[in-house]
C-alpha cells in the first residue's frame, strides 16, 4: 500500500465543470507537491507546500488552484479548465522541501488520470 | 539554461541481457542525482540517487547507477534484465543554481523480452 493515495484515480470533466482531486500522505512529512505528466515530457511541477504553506508556483494558470489544510492533506480545484490540460495528475510528499532537503527523495501517490472534454 | 537529457525514447533488451538506460545533464555546481521507475498505471517510485562519495551508486530491484563527473552523466545499469523492469524510468536532477528544483528528463521506455 502506497504511503500517498490519490483520489479519483480517473476523472472525465467538460470543460464548464468544477471538481477537485485529493491527496493525503501517511508518511509524517512536511512538503508536497503536485506535478502534471504528459506523456513524453518531463514532469511539470505546478505547486510546493512546506508546513501547509505555498513555496513555488510555477506560473500555473488560475483556474488551477491548490489547497494545503494541514501537512498531511493536499487538494487541487479545478475549474473551466481546457482539453490540453488532459494529464496524469500526481501529487508527491518529501521529509522537507527541497529547499532544505536537497538530497531528499519524492514519495509519490499513483495519480489521478483526468480527461477534459 | 538547467536540462536532463535522456536520449533514448526507448530501449529494447532481450530478458537476461545486461541493461544501460542513459541520462546526461547540464547544471552548474555539484548535482543531486535521482532515478525514479514507474510501472503501468502507477506513480513514479524512488531507485537510487547520488550525492557525494564513491561514484556507483547501487539502489532498488538490483539496479546501479554510475556517475560521471566529468561526462556530466548518470546512467542506469542492471546487469541481467528481467521481464518485470519493462517500466517508464526516469531521471532527475538538483543543483544550487535550479534553486534546488528538480529538474527531470523526459523518460525513456525500457522494454524487456523474454
Known amino acids: 500500500e502506497t504511503g500517498v493515495t490519490q483520489t479519483p484515480r480517473h476523472l472525465v470533466m467538460g470543460m464548464t465543470n468544477k471538481k477537485s482531486l485529493k491527496c493525503e500522505q501517511h508518511?509524517?512529512?512536511?512538503?508536497m507537491y503536485w506535478y502534471k505528466q504528459s506523456a513524453k515530457k518531463p514532469l511539470e511541477l505546478m505547486f510546493v507546500y512546506n508546513f501547509k504553506e505555498q513555496t513555488e508556483n510555477n506560473s500555473v494558470p488560475s483556474r488551477f488552484s491548490p489547497e494545503c489544510p494541514n501537512s498531511s492533506h493536499l487538494f487541487l480545484h479545478l475549474h473551466t479548465l481546457q482539453p490540453e490540460d488532459s494529464a496524469l495528475y500526481l501529487c508527491?510528499?518529501?521529509?522537507?522541501?527541497?529547499?532544505?532537503?536537497?538530497?531528499?527523495?519524492?514519495?509519490f501517490g499513483e495519480g489521478s488520470r483526468l480527461t477534459v472534454l | 539554461a538547467q536540462s536532463v537529457a535522456q536520449p533514448e525514447d526507448q530501449v529494447n533488451v532481450a530478458e537476461g541481457n545486461p541493461l544501460t538506460v542513459k541520462c546526461t545533464y547540464s547544471v552548474s555546481g555539484n548535482p543531486y542525482l535521482f532515478w525514479y521507475v514507474q510501472y503501468p498505471n502507477r506513480g513514479l517510485q524512488f531507485l537510487l540517487k547520488?550525492?557525494?562519495?564513491d561514484n556507483l551508486v547501487k539502489g532498488s530491484y538490483g539496479f546501479e547507477a554510475e556517475f560521471n563527473k566529468s561526462q556530466t552523466s548518470f546512467h542506469l545499469k542492471k546487469p541481467s534484465a528481467l521481464v518485470s523492469d519493462s517500466a517508464l524510468y526516469f531521471c532527475?536532477?538538483?543543483?544550487?543554481?535550479?534553486?534546488?528544483?528538480?529538474?527531470w528528463g523526459a523518460g525513456t521506455k525500457l522494454i524487456i523480452k523474454p
Open positions: 508518511l509524517g512529512h512536511n512538503a
Open positions: 532527475a536532477v538538483r543543483a544550487m543554481d535550479s534553486n534546488y528544483q528538480l529538474i
Open positions: 547520488y550525492i557525494t562519495g
Open positions: 508527491a510528499s518529501s521529509q522537507d522541501a527541497f529547499l532544505l532537503a536537497p538530497s531528499g527523495e519524492l514519495f
